[in-house]
């Protein structure tokens, strides 16, 4: 309890968000404005009170630890206390040093399929929500057979995310992407790739993907608003790609002129 005797709910029930955001040198966060909006609408849908000053007030504060050309993981979480239902919420955020993220830009990271499914109906799914035991558990299970992270399959056998990540699959001239329906979380990154897909002269498309569609794509990768873009060498029994990924890396270049202009690639 705190000091007014309310129950902190996220500790207790899980009830609460949180955003995960990338910091550049020069303590850079392009996306802020997004993740701010993104914490909003899960506030405003699990009636959690929300202020966005506060949140780029917490933000502001954890730069302070950040080094100008250092690069970091910054995560605010929204904290929920009350007694029978939730009364008040607490931004708090903090930074880590980004460890390397373009050790995998070259070989590609391993995937395998999740060891359970989630339900498409879930409205859990469709927020970045405290509530992430299931997506450690299966991160962790993934990471003891040797690979980067699981991959989610939904009740109807459908693709949905990894345990951090969207994921996409380019098909001819076609990046296609599960839908939110589909149980999945609606990425900061996975957005500013649907819009750019057009630079690379690809069409963009969100519809439910299947294990056929994966085994017949020409490249598959993963991306968050860390790590960017990711491409992925193998789904354990599904797909296998090979280096140079091409795509993954232009599309890669066009997230990054998204952020920054073509002048800071």
Same mark, same amino acid.
């Given at each position: 309890? $705190?000091?007014? +005797?309310?129950?902190?709910? #996220?500790?207790?029930? +899980?009830?609460?968000?949180?955003?995960t955001l990338r910091v550049y040198p020069g303590r850079?966060?392009?996306?802020?404005?997004?993740?701010?909006?993104?914490?909003?609408? /899960?506030?405003?849908?699990?009636?959690?009170?929300?202020?966005?000053? $506060?949140?780029?007030?917490?933000?502001?504060?954890?730069?302070? +630890?950040?080094?100008?050309?250092?690069?970091?993981? @910054?995560?605010?979480?929204?904290?929920?206390?009350?007694?029978?239902? =939730?009364?008040?919420?607490?931004?708090?955020?903090?930074?880590? =040093?980004?460890?390397?993220?373009?050790?995998?830009?070259? !070989?590609?990271?391993?995937?395998?399929?999740?060891?359970?499914?989630?339900?498409?109906?879930?409205?859990?799914?469709?927020?970045?929500?405290?509530?992430?035991?299931? $997506?450690?558990? %299966?991160?962790?299970?993934?990471?003891?057979?040797?690979?980067? !992270?699981?991959?989610?399959? $939904? !009740?109807? +056998?459908?693709?949905?995310? #990894?345990?951090?990540?969207?994921?996409? @699959? &380019?098909?001819?001239?076609?990046?296609?992407?599960?839908?939110? *329906?589909?149980?999945?979380?609606? /990425?900061?990154?996975? *957005?500013?790739?649907?819009?750019?897909?057009?630079d690379n002269d690809l069409v963009a498309e969100e519809? =439910?993907?299947?294990? %056929?569609? @994966?085994?017949?794509?020409?490249?598959?990768?993963?991306?968050?608003?860390?790590?960017?873009?990711?491409?992925?060498?193998? &789904?354990?029994? &599904?797909?296998?790609? #090979?280096?140079?990924?091409?795509? #993954? %890396?232009?599309?890669?270049?066009?997230?990054?002129?998204?952020?920054?202009?073509?002048?800071?690639?």
């Amino acid at each position: 309890m $705190n000091q007014t +005797g309310r129950i902190n709910r #996220t500790l207790l029930f +899980g009830e609460g968000l949180f955003e995960t955001l990338r910091v550049y040198p020069g303590r850079k966060v392009p996306l802020l404005e997004a993740h701010c909006q993104r914490m909003a609408l /899960g506030a405003e849908f699990f009636g959690f009170p929300f202020s966005a000053t $506060n949140f780029a007030r917490a933000v502001e504060d954890a730069l302070q +630890g950040v080094g100008d050309q250092g690069e970091a993981r @910054l995560r605010v979480t929204l904290e929920v206390w009350g007694e029978d239902h =939730p009364e008040e919420t607490r931004l708090v955020a903090h930074s880590t =040093p980004l460890q390397e993220t373009d050790q995998h830009e070259g !070989d590609g990271v391993r995937l395998v399929g999740a060891p359970f499914s989630r339900s498409s109906g879930s409205p859990l799914l469709a927020f970045k929500t405290t509530n992430y035991f299931e $997506n450690s558990y %299966a991160r962790q299970w993934a990471r003891h057979q040797g690979y980067y !992270d699981a991959l989610f399959f $939904n !009740d109807r +056998g459908e693709i949905t995310e #990894t345990t951090t990540a969207n994921v996409f @699959l &380019i098909r001819g001239r076609s990046l296609i992407t599960s839908p939110v *329906s589909a149980g999945l979380l609606p /990425g900061v990154a996975r *957005s500013l790739l649907l819009a750019s897909a057009g630079d690379n002269d690809l069409v963009a498309e969100e519809r =439910p993907v299947t294990t %056929a569609d @994966l085994e017949s794509a020409d490249e598959v990768m993963v991306s968050n608003a860390v790590v960017e873009l990711l491409p992925v060498k193998e &789904i354990g029994g &599904i797909f296998s790609g #090979t280096p140079p990924f091409a795509w #993954t %890396a232009a599309l890669r270049v066009a997230y990054r002129e998204a952020l920054f202009g073509r002048e800071k690639k």
